[in-house]
């Protein structure tokens, strides 16, 4: 198999380029990353060909997928920050809709033989704390914040250009992932950052909200899956079924270090700021045979010491991180 994985210096990117190289060596990989703040080149293994490119740009993606005769396409390429799409979403839907659209365009030229799309739990809306329920592949999109609207845009054009053009495509709604290499501005890494320098932990005034918590190597393993047995123009959920509130994550960094309470410090809630995800991953689990393999309890110690153990590969993304937290009545409503 030939592959192009795009925005494979990213976060979720990097660990699948790693995931995949390691249990597929026969397969030819080629890395694409646009290189924005959170895209970091050196995650990436230098012996992997690598594409300093934006998704965006039709003739140079075209010409790399026949020049690489791709055969799949795994994009993870997308702007991610909630909070930052507050303060400039007009980048979120210039990457994440109009770039997956050039995208889809390049693969169509290209005869790519599948086009695999990776996207959020996040384009459903949300759920209230004590909804019984959870987010089925058949659930309407609500998306309430401008990234949730950007990566529901770029779904809708992976389905058109499936329905309209035949483009073998499958696309996987995931659950918030975690583990290493994520950028410091999340808040799994945000707060074992802050908590290893010593500095107080943000945590929204809504701070019982809850997120469904995957290992990014689960999540790996799912795409993994749908690329090998999954159905051609089919969605699946990927999801953990562990929820942990914001509180909770907090509690779990500071028992970690043994630092105290006092350390947590309340900021604002952001601008549409979702109450709770939770997916039904039962498609994938039952189709697929899928399952993920890491417990929460274990793969959050794991991911809080390989944070420890490599502060240099994050202590100088520290400055490019471009949010604050806290600064949302004066930010939210300025015009981007």
């Keep these: 198999m030939r592959l192009l994985v795009t925005g494979a210096a990213g976060f979720i990117g990097t660990n699948f380029v790693r995931y995949w ?27 992997i060909p690598f594409a300093h490119l934006d998704i965006g740009d039709l ?33 979120f839907f210039q990457t994440n809709v109009m770039g997956t659209q050039h995208l889809l365009e390049a693969a169509r030229q290209a005869g790519v033989k599948r086009f695999h799309h990776v ?4 384009v459903y809306g949300d759920l209230a704390l004590d909804d019984p329920g959870a987010f089925t592949e058949e659930s309407p999109y609500r998306p309430r ?3 949730n609207a950007s990566k529901a845009g ?9 329905e309209t053009f035949g483009l073998p495509i499958t696309i996987t709604n995931c659950a918030n992932n975690y583990g290493p290499y994520q950028f410091p501005e999340k808040v799994i890494p945000l707060f074992v950052t802050r908590a290893l320098n010593g500095l107080p932990l943000p945590v929204y005034a809504s701070s019982a909200n809850r997120r469904e918590w995957l290992h990014v190597d689960d999540h790996c393993s799912a795409i993994e899956a749908v690329l090998s047995k999954g ?5 699946y ?38 109450r709770r995800y939770l997916l039904d991953s039962s498609k994938l689990r039952t189709e697929l045979g899928w399952r993920p393999s890491t417990e929460f309890e274990s793969g959050i110690a794991a991911t809080i010491t390989w944070y420890t153990q490599n502060r240099s590969w994050w202590n100088g993304l520290l400055e490019r991180t471009l949010v604050s937290e806290s600064a949302w009545a004066a930010s939210a409503t300025r015009p981007s």
């Design 237 to 274: 959920n990927v999801g953990s079924g562990v929820e942990v509130s914001v509180a909770e994550l907090a509690a779990i960094v500071l028992d970690h270090f043994g630092l105290p309470g006092t350390l947590i410090e309340t900021v604002p809630d952001r601008p549409g700021h979702d």
């Design 59 to 91: 003739p140079a993606v075209t010409a790399l997928l026949k020049r690489e005769q791709i055969d799949v396409i795994v994009n993870f390429a997308a702007e991610s920050h909630n909070s930052l799409a507050v303060l400039d979403p007009r980048r």
């Design 21 to 47: 190289t390691e249990r597929h060596p026969a397969d030819h990989v080629v890395a694409l990353d646009a290189l924005t703040y959170a895209g970091i080149r050196d995650n990436v293994d230098p012996a």
């Design 231 to 235: 159905r051609v123009g089919e969605t």
């Design 154 to 162: 770029a779904d809708h054009a992976v389905r058109a250009y499936h």
């Design 119 to 122: 996207s959020t739990c996040e």
């Design 145 to 147: 914040t401008p990234y």
